[in-house]
Each structure stands twice: as C-alpha cells, then as structure tokens.
C-alpha cells in the first residue's frame, strides 16, 4: 500500500526556520519526482515545489523562490522541505505529492501544519 | 502563470442531482488537467487526470470532459458522500496552477 507521511510541523516565529519531512512507503521511491503543495487555513490549493526523481529537476513557486529549498533521500525513501525567513504567509498545511510524468498527482500524504506566527 | 477559474464557487445540490463544475484556463492547456475532491481536514483525492480519465477506484458516476482551454466535471447522480470541495489543477506548465475550488453543499 501507497504511503506519504509528513512531519515536522509545528509553531515556529516569523524569521524562523522549519524543515518538513514526507516518509514514503509501499512504492520504489526513487522511481518517482514529487511535489510539495500547501493549503492555508481555509483557502485552496497552491503548490509549493517539484523534485525530480534523480534531484536533477527542480522548481519552486515565486512566492517561496529562494527561501525553500526541496530535497530527497532515495536510500531513505525521504523527501524533505527546508524553509528558511518564514513569513506569516506561510502558515498552512503542506502535502506532499507523487507525481507521474509530470501529470499526475496520485498520492498525497496526510498534510502537516506550519504556523508562523510571534 | 497559467490561471484557471472554476464556476461556480459554490453550489448546492441534492442527493440524485446531476452537477457540472466548470473549469477554464486562461491559455489553452491541451489535455493537461486534474480533477480533485476534498473533504475538511483531508487530502485532495484524485478524480480525473488527463481532463477525462478516471483514476482508478473512483466511481463512474464521476466524468469528465474539454481541452484547450475549457473543461468541466460531472457527477451524473450525486450521492451524500460526493459533498466536498472540488479542485482542477493545470499540468500543461512546469509551474502547476489550482482552480480557486467549488464547494458542493447538500441543499
């Protein structure tokens, strides 16, 4: 069975940093690029990242570009979020995502909350 | 950016109703989109990918349709477990792009 499991969430002041964790299982990881989506308190849906299977394609949406950084782990079957110069905007709950050439999202984990807020 | 709008916000439906949700693209996106639902303090679902393929295990009450630049989502009969939130999302960019959602509530 398909399994994504964040962690790593929690309180953190704006300026601060965080790093969240997506823990696959079920499937051959690294056969596989995956995503980063976020959802703020009762608003849509706004992706976040994009990694590769390899790590050697990347993207990031405007409004984290150049203070998230996305990474992956094959051995570990790990992918990870650091966020750095956390902003109130931020606050949400992140997904992370399985992604199939790049259309189609057919796993998502359970969602972690970041909060950012003094 | 490629924008999507989906219409309408909100709807409100009945159980066995027949619903549509619309979901246009501000530039043409070939067959490069997803249908998602949601349900509070859950994870979007996988309906459709690739504007008409059903996802494996989703009913087939659930369809959908378009290209280019308009496409919509039907539920044929709508059952009490189909009252959630729907998103489209565009893949034809390397920067994917949700529609704003449309809630579907039980009148």
């Known amino acids: 069975e398909v399994q994504l499991v964040e962690s790593g969430g929690g309180l953190v002041q704006p300026g601060g940093s965080l790093r969240l964790s997506c823990a696959a299982s079920g499937f051959t990881f690294s056969s596989y690029s995956m995503n980063w989506v976020r959802q703020a308190p009762g608003k849509g849906l706004e992706w976040v990242s994009y990694i590769s299977s390899s790590s050697s394609t990347i993207y990031y949406a405007d409004s984290v570009k150049g203070r998230f950084t996305i990474s992956r782990d094959n051995a570990k079957n790990s992918l990870y979020l650091q966020m750095n110069s956390l902003r109130d905007e931020d606050t949400a709950v992140y997904y992370c995502a399985r992604d199939i050439d790049r259309s189609v999202w057919d796993y998502w984990g359970q969602g972690t909350l970041v909060t950012v807020s003094s | 950016d490629i924008q999507l709008t989906q219409s309408p916000s909100f709807l409100s439906a009945s159980v066995g109703d027949r619903v549509t949700i619309t979901c246009r693209a501000s530039q043409g996106i070939s067959s490069y989109l997803a249908w998602y639902q949601q349900k509070p303090g859950k994870a979007p679902k996988l309906l459709i990918y690739?504007?008409?393929t059903l996802q494996s295990g989703v009913p087939s009450r659930f369809s959908g349709s378009g290209s280019g630049t308009e496409f919509t989502l039907t539920i044929s009969s709508l059952q009490p477990e189909d009252f959630a939130t729907y998103y489209c999302?565009?893949?034809?960019?390397?920067?994917?792009?949700f529609g704003q959602g449309t809630r579907l509530e039980i009148k």
């Open positions: 999302q565009q893949l034809n960019s390397y920067l994917p792009t």
């Open positions: 690739a504007a008409s």
